[in-house]
């Protein structure tokens, strides 16, 4: 087995959200899989492993600390990146597909990006008023700061507080701890002129309970995206930051095409590449 670092949605070296990569772990079961995540201490570990699908170019397994998701985006961009650096071809030039829990996720080139088909939401609409205040309590937000409450679930189940500005999110301090599983995203808007529209925040709690912020979120970006066109609070393309109270400086594109799909896209640099695991 080997494994290889990559950094993901960075607006330049190391500002973005980390991923570890391990190919050739067709003989790891699950425990040992989830085990090395919670070792290595990212918010996401994938492995890298032949697709059962015929039209998918390769599958993939992600795992958190609390346990494997069925879809997450800054590892589907990182998969597919560490897949194409480490040799492999797409079945279809320029198009990558991706098998995983929620199914086959369309990776394609962006000129120096790669981007993913935002996939079809599991749940969305208004939080029902428990969860729109039990989120409001997690994140210690002012009821009269939020616009919406809204489910924005595509496999990690987010729950979206959509603020009236960027910094109220940013201002943002949620309580230290909260019970399995707890996936909550903020979003607020820059003012007119700003170089990035809107300012995004994810926290989720780990295996132990405690609170993490995660540095560049692909899911729940894309059910971000999702939101904003299907509200009319974004057209074409925009521009999304995240990270900042972390460290990173994350950069995550979304645009709309003409058939509707959103797409979602960032940087992803390699950061190391073809370490052997031995455990």
Request: charged share 20%; aromatic share 8%.
């Amino acid at each position: 087995m080997q494994i290889d670092l990559v950094d993901v949605f960075g607006s330049g070296p190391l500002s973005g959200n980390p991923l570890a990569v391990v190919r050739g772990a067709e003989d790891l079961e699950a425990d040992a899989m989830l085990k090395l995540t919670r070792w290595l201490g990212y918010s996401e570990t994938t492995f890298i492993l032949p697709p059962t699908d015929t039209a998918a170019d390769y599958r993939v397994r992600i795992f958190y600390p609390a346990g494997e998701l069925p879809f997450a985006g800054h590892p589907t961009l990182g998969t597919a990146h560490a897949w194409l650096a480490s040799g492999g071809v797409p079945k279809h030039a320029g198009r990558i597909m991706q098998e995983c829990g929620i199914g086959l996720v369309e990776v394609r080139q962006d000129a120096d990006r790669l981007a993913f088909r935002a996939p079809d939401l599991r749940r969305s609409g208004p939080l029902s008023q428990a969860d729109r205040a039990e989120t409001i309590r997690l994140t210690g937000v002012d009821e009269e700061q939020v616009i919406a409450a809204v489910h924005a679930d595509n496999g990690p189940g987010w729950k979206l507080l959509h603020l009236k500005s960027a910094e109220q999110v940013l201002a943002v301090n949620p309580v230290p701890r909260a019970p399995m599983p707890t996936d909550v995203g903020l979003l607020g808007a820059w003012g007119a002129g700003d170089e990035k529209q809107f300012e995004v925040r994810a926290f989720f709690a780990d295996s132990t309970g405690t609170i993490v912020e995660d540095p560049v979120t692909g899911s729940l970006n894309a059910a971000v995206a999702q939101y904003l066109f299907e509200q009319g609070l974004a057209s074409g393309s925009y521009l999304a930051g995240q990270g900042q109270r972390t460290g990173a400086d994350g950069h995550v594109h979304c645009w709309k095409d003409a058939d509707g799909s959103i797409w979602v896209a960032g940087r992803v640099e390699t950061v190391a590449q073809g370490a052997s695991l031995t455990f």
